[in-house]
T-cell receptor
Framework: KQEVTQIPAALSVPEGENLVLNCSFTDSAIYNLQWFRQDPGKGLTSLLL?????REQTSGRLNASLDKSSGRSTLYIAASQPGDSATYLC????????????FGKGTRLHILP | DGGITQSPKYLFRKEGQNVTLSCEQNLNHDAMYWYRQDPGQGLRLIYY???????QKGDIAEGYSVSREKKESFPLTVTSAQKNPTAFYLC?????????????FGPGTRLTVT
């Protein structure tokens, strides 16, 4: 059974620092991995989607990597800003007949001004 | 603007009443999903639909019902049989199913049952 883990559950860093969020999954048979951002009381906003054949994706100050063999993904945020404060979730789409994606519980990020 | 709308944003109901949450998308997506989010538990899949007039149970379907009569609409009914209905409900859609398509989410509905 596929499980997705995000550690730590919460993280506080000073503004301007570069930071890395971690995501691990137990089964490497996936179609893709997706990183989302969620602000309090809001829906999820898709940040980056990495297909299983890709190693990384970049969007602005964000860079996501994928290492299927080790079951790991990282989300790198450069030059963090207070507006980056949110919960970040990763999710994998397993390579099976079920049309379900499996979510981690998220990392709550707080950027200190 | 293309996207997913959920209404209402906040919903209050008395225990024992059924309530229906709306989800509409104008993205021309075939697949639609309903998730429940509780603090510390992440997102859990309630129901999903891969095509009109068809839907499947997710991991926590008990006490919920859905319909998919139109491609753009996927309403969720929380019945009185749901033992702990207070939660944040999220609707999502993707172009299709069974393929590595990106999921898009609506803004959510917060349901409080007292």
């Amino acid at each position: 059974k596929q499980e997705v883990t995000q550690i730590p559950a919460a993280l506080s860093v000073p503004e301007g620092e570069n930071l890395v969020l971690n995501c691990s999954f137990t089964d490497s048979a996936i179609y893709n991995l997706q990183w989302f951002r969620q602000d309090p009381g809001k829906g999820l906003t898709s940040l980056l989607l990495i297909q299983s054949s890709q190693r990384e994706q970049t969007s602005g100050r964000l860079n996501a990597s994928l290492d299927k063999s080790s079951g790991r993904s990282t989300l790198y945020i450069a030059a963090s800003q207070p507006g980056d404060s949110a919960t970040y979730l990763c999710a994998v789409r397993p390579r099976n007949r079920d049309d379900k994606i499996i979510f981690g519980k998220g990392t709550r990020l707080h950027i200190l001004p | 603007d293309g996207g997913i709308t959920q209404s209402p944003k906040y919903l209050f109901r008395k225990e024992g009443q059924n309530v229906t949450l709306s989800c509409e998308q104008n993205l021309n997506h075939d697949a639609m999903y309903w998730y429940r989010q509780d603090p510390g538990q992440g997102l859990r899949l309630i129901y999903y639909s891969q095509i009109v007039n068809d839907f499947q149970k997710g991991d926590i379907a008990e006490g919920y019902s859905v319909s998919r009569e139109k491609k753009e609409s996927f309403p969720l009914t929380v019945t009185s049989a749901q033992k702990n209905p207070t939660a944040f409900y999220l609707c999502a859609s993707s172009i299709g199913s069974g393929q590595p398509y990106e999921q898009y989410f609506g803004p959510g509905t917060r349901l409080t049952v007292t």
